[in-house]
């Protein structure tokens, strides 16, 4: 169990242009979740897949923001004409059904600078 | 809608015993959660609640009240490593919804 790994750790990009986020969950976890946290703030939903599928997207998650997760397995987040108010770490999270959608595991998150 | 409210900071001496509550208001409720993040890392697990009562693992204990819709995260002989900020989190109609999290501090 290597735990939940996102790339990169940090990102620094100008306004306008798009990126790209991964995560990696932890392997037998079919659950995977999108958060965004700023400073001062809890994390913040943004989407969540289960295997392939993804089941719920945040009413705040706006059409510049898509996710895939293609296999069920990894996930990419990625972000279309970035803006300042995008500022902010974006943190992935796995789960297991036995566990509940409670029992999350976080990965380090991306921290990204939109200058 | 769902909101949680928790206090934004709380000081306690180290070995001491701190409470840390929340409130909540949800559209359906499932279960109250406890994650710990130190500064610069992730959220780490520590803790659910989907009944009434106080749940103990270690020197940490969580408690329910579904009727009152207010939780509390009991920490017992603080320790330094304790420092962090900690958050409640709701799983109602919709995933996890977090509060804005408490800041311990613990001091010597």
């Known amino acids: 169990d290597t735990g939940v790994s996102q790339d990169p750790r940090h990102k620094i990009t100008k306004r306008g242009q798009n990126v790209t986020f991964r995560c990696d969950p932890i392997s037998e976890h079919n659950r995977l979740y999108w958060y965004r946290q700023t400073l001062g703030q809890g994390p913040e939903f943004l989407t969540y897949?289960?295997?392939?599928?993804?089941?719920?997207k945040s009413r705040l998650l706006s059409d510049r923001f898509s996710a895939e997760r293609p296999k069920g397995s990894f996930s990419t987040l990625e972000i279309q004409r970035t803006e300042q108010g995008d500022s902010a770490m974006y943190l992935c999270?796995?789960?297991?059904?036995?566990?509940?959608?409670?029992?999350?595991?976080f990965g380090p998150g991306t921290r990204l600078t939109v200058l | 809608g769902q909101s949680l409210e928790q206090p934004s900071e709380v000081t306690a001496v180290e070995g001491a015993i701190v409470q840390i509550n929340c409130t909540y208001q949800t559209s359906g409720f499932y279960g109250l959660s406890w994650y710990q993040q130190h500064d610069g890392g992730a959220p780490t697990f520590l803790s659910y609640?989907?009944?009434?009562g106080l749940e103990e693992t270690g020197r940490f204990s969580s408690f329910l009240s579904r009727s009152d819709s207010y939780g509390y995260l009991l920490l017992q002989e603080l320790q330094m490593k304790d420092s962090a900020s900690y958050f409640c989190?709701?799983?109602?109609?919709?995933?996890?919804?977090f509060g804005k999290g408490t800041r311990l501090s613990v001091i010597a």
């Open positions: 999270a796995s789960s297991r059904p036995r566990e509940g959608p409670d029992t999350q595991y």
């Open positions: 989190a709701v799983k109602g109609n919709t995933p996890l919804v």
């Open positions: 897949f289960q295997n392939e599928a993804q089941l719920e």
């Open positions: 609640n989907a009944l009434d």
